[in-house]
């Protein structure tokens, strides 16, 4: 698994790749959009009810590229 965040001061992207064969849950260190720019589909969020704060957490199956969530 290697995560990795690229930012050019105007936009910051996360990009997210799994090399296992299962699909892996990822806390990323702020809320994303729905969107998975890579494929233009939606990507699964999830909550992991064993962390102490809610985190933001999705769902890669093998590569997700994506934007912080606006606020």
Do not use: Q
Not at 10 to 35: C, K, M, Q, W, Y
């Amino acid at each position: 698994m290697i995560a990795f965040a690229r930012d050019d001061g105007d936009n910051r992207l996360f990009v997210v790749i799994n090399f296992g064969e299962i699909p892996a849950t990822v806390s990323l260190p702020t809320a994303v959009g729905d969107t998975d720019l890579r494929t233009g589909g939606p990507f699964r969020k999830r909550h992991d009810p064993r962390a102490e704060n809610t985190g933001h957490y999705i769902v890669v199956d093998d590569v997700v590229v994506c934007r912080p969530a606006s606020t």
